[in-house]
């Protein structure tokens, strides 16, 4: 204590909502009506912390040519959306694969479970193409090695990175050499510094079982 009164509390139950940010301590004094006798209960500390405040930094400012990146900071964990405009839906920084302007909203989560949210609106400008071209499309029985090539008209610096378990001989460069032993995704980015343009192409190269063999 001491203790303030609060306003229209006068049951056996308290509802409290919209409090600010801060520590809050209660008690409960029950009075007698017979002999005005009184009682106080045990003090109840009721914590509420402050929801994260979550920022977004955009490429170029949110003007994205061809793609971009959303990087999102004030929190520990952040989910995205629209998730179908987006390669990764989950992380701090993710890429876009929207093609028309668009409103990304992501929640941030802090270490004591609050939930802030941000907006980015983006536009778009569309950029010169990337094909990705492999030596060997698909496989049988326990996978193999194919040499991916990014084609484009773009002046692009390529970067690659396996989605789902293939192995690259090289991150950068037009081309990669692929091992993998299951069907995986393997994504190029490109980015042109003259301009600023980013472009990216996804290559799902695929591991087919051996057809099983019965003799009779």
């Known amino acids: 204590g001491p203790y303030s009164p ?8 308290l509802t409290l909502t919209n409090l600010p940010s ?3 301590y209660y008690v409960n004094q029950s009075t007698c009506s017979n002999n005005n006798a009184s009682s106080t209960s045990n003090e109840q500390v009721v914590t509420v912390n402050a929801l994260p ?3 977004i930094s955009a ?3 949110g003007a994205f040519c061809g793609t971009g ?13 629209p998730a179908n405009s987006l390669i990764v839906p989950n992380g ?25 949210t941000a907006t980015q609106t983006i536009t778009y400008t569309p950029s010169a193409p990337i094909d990705i071209t492999a030596s060997i499309a698909t ?8 040499t991916l090539t990014a084609n484009s008209s773009g002046t692009y610096d390529y970067t690659w990175s396996a989605l789902d378990g293939a192995t690259l001989s090289a ?40 057809p099983s063999a019965t003799l009779t």
Not at 71 to 80: D, E, P, R
Not at 139 to 146: A, V
């Open 92 to 116: 701090s920084t993710v890429q876009s694969t929207a093609t028309a302007p668009t409103t990304f909203t992501v929640s941030g989560t802090n270490a004591a479970g609050c939930i802030g």
């Open 171 to 210: 991150t950068s460069g037009m081309s990669t050499d692929a091992t993998v032993s299951q069907t995986s995704a393997v994504l190029v980015n490109g980015v042109d510094n003259t301009t600023g343009c980013y472009a990216f192409d996804i290559y799902s190269v695929s591991v087919y079982p051996l």
């Open 69 to 81: 990146y959303l990087t999102a900071s004030g929190a520990a964990n952040y989910v995205w959306s």
């Open 53 to 55: 405040q979550i920022s």
């Open 139 to 146: 496989f049988c029985g326990q996978g193999g090695t194919t």
């Open 6 to 13: 609060v306003s229209g509390a006068t049951g056996n139950s």
């Open 22 to 24: 801060g520590v809050y």
């Open 59 to 61: 490429t170029n400012n």
